[in-house]
């Protein structure tokens, strides 16, 4: 099978004529951050790979988190109150792989300092030392000090602040990052390594031998034609649908997730200005809430409520209010319902624990299980995809007795964090600094590549994205429909609905004119 080079389109039509009714090392089911990491575990280890995505890469939870890649104050703070050491040792994990995530690709993965409004006055010293804790577990992969802020400090971070009721605040480092692109990076990073990866390719069925799963019934769910593909390790990496997978394996499987949907709202107003976020330390229902600066908006977030299984997840009414109320509570100039430009909801895949009372306190822990040959992957978080890929990928080989090289992932840079960076921003420094800024935090070094692809115009009056950047994406970044373009791949379907609708004639032109299966 061939490898693609870097500057070699992703043919849809190439993928699948590669990977149907063929047989391979690993086939990972699901193209999320769990799929996309162990994707690349594998091949990192010299394995021949396959992936399959029935929707888009990143359109199910991946692309509808938080984006903040963190080792877990609040996981911390229950580890403190608890006693509990495995959830002590979670942050602590979790805190090294932020850094390498950071390191991977900085251009869609940075520093960010958020900052936690007080309200009482033994707040301060509580936050001060719990924050200290985290600076001191990230030990050699700190980022940046925490430290008390003063009212003054916490008015300039974000101007509509009401610090009348603060008696000040304590702010500290966690990383930030794009969720989608990432993810989608991942993915042709994965190609760009040997791999073959396909979206809109459902696992209808899997395929059994002596009642053991050794590979999948597929439907590419773009022509309709149906294929197999045959592999030594069959990898469950569904999220939210790691039972109806688990439930081909083995009709009599004891069924073990439940889901909880998260709502995140753009707010069409930069109430942070200095590019520094909130954490709200106090919800009405004991949770904390965040603030964040995000593409020029700001970015809140999120609930945890019991929810139905859905592609789509919808948000409702009183998510919104919410969100709002809580925010509001915090503010002396209101956010208002029609601030809101955006706003969608994402499903947390959690391992239940039939005791529990409330979503709020299942684990967050990852898991790795087999069920008759197939080996499922899930729960965890983004931030730590590598070590949960490689957590899974060790132990799909010992039990299946394969021989591969290790794990080389740590030190992995995605595609647009490979090249001369230096020559990529002198090559589109003559762009106004608006697109110049967009283009680079969404492609990094191939930023270039990106512009020689079209033309330079504008698709929307100023907005910073350009014509050469749909061409860019169909041809090269796997995109398929209109959503693939604009909600994960430009993102602004998830920033600004009205100016995603603009869009989305030329869009919907292009995707025409370029068959995607071409
Ligand atoms: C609201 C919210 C906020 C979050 N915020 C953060 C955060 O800030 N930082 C952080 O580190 N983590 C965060 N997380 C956690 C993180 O987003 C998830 O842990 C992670 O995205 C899960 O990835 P996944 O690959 O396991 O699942 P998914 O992203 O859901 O991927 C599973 C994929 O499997 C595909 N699939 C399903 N069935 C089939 C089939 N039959 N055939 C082929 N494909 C199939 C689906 O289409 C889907 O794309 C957040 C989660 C939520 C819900």
Redesign the pocket.
């Known amino acids: 099978m061939a490898t693609l080079s870097s500057t070699q389109a992703w043919s849809r039509a190439e993928q699948l004529n590669q990977i149907a009714d063929q047989s391979v090392d690993v086939l990972v089911?699901?193209?999320?951050?769990?799929?996309?990491?162990v994707f690349l575990d594998a091949l990192s280890r010299g394995l021949s790979c396959a992936l399959?995505?029935?929707?888009?890469?990143?359109?199910?939870?991946?692309?509808?988190?938080?984006?903040?890649?963190?080792g877990g104050v609040r996981y911390l703070e229950q580890a403190v109150k608890q006693l509990d050491l495995d959830k002590y040792q979670l942050v602590k994990e979790a805190l090294a792989e932020r850094r390498r995530m950071l390191e991977m690709a900085p251009h869609l993965a940075w520093p960010l300092n958020l900052v936690t409004p007080v309200k009482s006055a033994i707040g301060l010293p509580y936050f001060r030392i719990g924050l200290g804790v985290y600076d001191f577990l990230s030990g050699s992969q700190q980022i940046g000090d925490s430290k008390i802020e003063s009212k003054r400090t916490l008015k300039q971070i974000c101007p509509d602040i009401n610090v009348k009721q603060l008696t000040g605040g304590v702010s500290y480092f966690d990383g930030q990052f794009d969720?989608a692109r990432f993810?989608v990076s991942m993915v042709r990073t994965g190609l760009e390594m040997g791999g073959h990866a396909l979206n809109y390719?459902?696992?209808?069925d899997l395929l059994k031998t002596e009642g053991q799963v050794t590979g999948a019934q597929?439907t590419d769910l773009l022509s309709g034609m149906s294929f197999n593909i045959r592999a030594k390790a069959v990898i469950n990496?569904?999220?939210?649908?790691t039972d109806?997978?688990r439930a081909m394996a083995n009709p009599d499987f004891k069924p073990m997730m439940t889901v909880?949907?998260?709502?995140?709202l753009l707010i069409n107003r930069n109430l942070l200005p200095e590019g520094r976020g909130i954490l709200i330390p106090e919800t009405e229902d004991g949770r904390v809430l965040f603030m964040l600066p995000w593409l020029g908006k700001t970015l809140v977030?999120?609930?945890d409520d019991p929810a139905e299984l859905s592609?789509e997840p919808g948000v409702s009414n009183d998510e919104i209010d919410y969100i709002l109320r809580t925010c509001n509570s915090w503010l002396d100039r209101p956010i208002l319902r029609d601030e809101v430009s955006a706003s969608w909801?994402?499903?947390?895949?959690l391992v239940a624990d039939p005791d529990a009372q409330t979503t709020a306190s299942l684990t967050?822990d990852h898991v790795v299980l087999d069920d008759n040959g197939l080996t499922s992957?899930?729960?965890?978080?983004?931030?730590?995809?590598r070590r949960m890929a490689e957590d899974c990928v060790d132990h799909v080989l010992k039990v299946k007795g394969i021989k591969a090289g290790k794990c080389d992932t740590h030190d992995i840079h995605l595609v647009g964090a490979r090249g001369d960076s230096l020559a990529a921003k002198h090559a589109i420094a003559h762009l106004p600094q608006d697109i110049r800024d967009h283009l680079w935090q969404a492609y990094g070094d191939r930023a270039p590549q990106v512009l020689a692809c079209g033309s330079e115009a504008r698709l929307v009056a100023d907005e910073p994205y350009i014509e050469a950047e749909l061409d860019w994406i169909i041809q090269f970044e796997g995109a398929c429909t209109a959503e693939d373009v604009l909600n994960r791949r430009l993102r602004v379907g998830m920033l600004d609905d009205a100016v995603a609708e603009k869009i989305r004639r030329v869009v919907a032109a292009k995707l025409g004119k370029e068959s995607v299966a071409a």
Not at 52 to 70: C, M, N, P, W, Y
């Open positions: 089911i699901g193209g999320g951050a769990s799929g996309a990491g399959i995505e029935k929707q888009d890469f990143t359109a199910g939870t991946s692309s509808r988190s938080t984006k903040l890649v963190h969720d993810g390719t459902e696992v209808n597929c990496c569904t999220g939210p649908w109806k997978i909880s949907s998260g709502v995140h977030g999120t609930t592609e909801s994402g499903l947390r895949p967050r992957l899930t729960g965890g978080k983004w931030t730590t995809w």
